[in-house]
């Protein structure tokens, strides 16, 4: 779908491509008559046709492009299988994990469900975004959860990034 909205944007453009074409032919012709004395054979006159057929083959490329996103662009489909894909792993995951959950106290489920459900690496920093809870308490959070081995933080600038381990390591 979005490939067809971006085909007829295209085409669009195209179009006022040919209009601008158009009219600056137009006012080049008028320009030209009147300044040029030495008839079709002044060197302006050719100068015309060249612009003009430049600008006819632009417009007609761009058009091509549109056609073609317009007609035959299938990106979206791909997209769809890749999500399924990945809310599969998330839900397989989420099984692996129940045990371990049982073993948790509400505030660390939470914090390692958001993990979860991000496919297993998240910032830090969107984690106290989702659960809502202060950066402190996410932090010995993710600590404790850390000393559990169930995740481990990395340093990128400044932020962390928290990646969920592989329950079959345990």
Not at 7 to 28: D, E, K, P, Q
Not at 59 to 86: A, D, N
Not at 114 to 128: A, Y
Request: with cysteine; proline share 1%.
């Amino acid at each position: 779908m979005k490939n067809k909205i971006v085909g007829v944007l295209i085409i669009v453009i195209a179009f006022l491509i040919g209009l601008i074409v158009y009219i600056f032919n137009r006012a080049l012709t008028k320009i030209v008559g009147t300044s040029c004395t030495h008839g079709s054979s002044c060197p302006m006159w050719g100068t015309i046709n060249a612009q003009t057929t430049i600008g006819i083959i632009i417009m007609v490329f761009v058009m091509l492009i549109g056609l073609y996103l317009f007609f035959f662009g299938k990106e979206e489909r791909i997209i769809t299988k890749i999500k399924t894909v990945r809310q599969t792993e998330s839900n397989e995951q989420k099984k692996d994990y129940s045990k371990i959950m049982n073993t948790l106290d509400n505030e660390e489920k939470l914090v390692l469900e958001k993990v979860i459900e991000s496919e297993g690496t998240i910032f830090q920093s969107d984690l106290v975004e989702k659960t809502e809870f202060p950066k402190v308490k996410v932090t010995r959070l993710l600590d404790r959860l850390e000393g559990k081995n169930l995740i481990e933080r990395k340093r990128r600038g400044m932020t962390n990034i928290v990646i969920l381990k592989h329950q079959n390591n345990h």
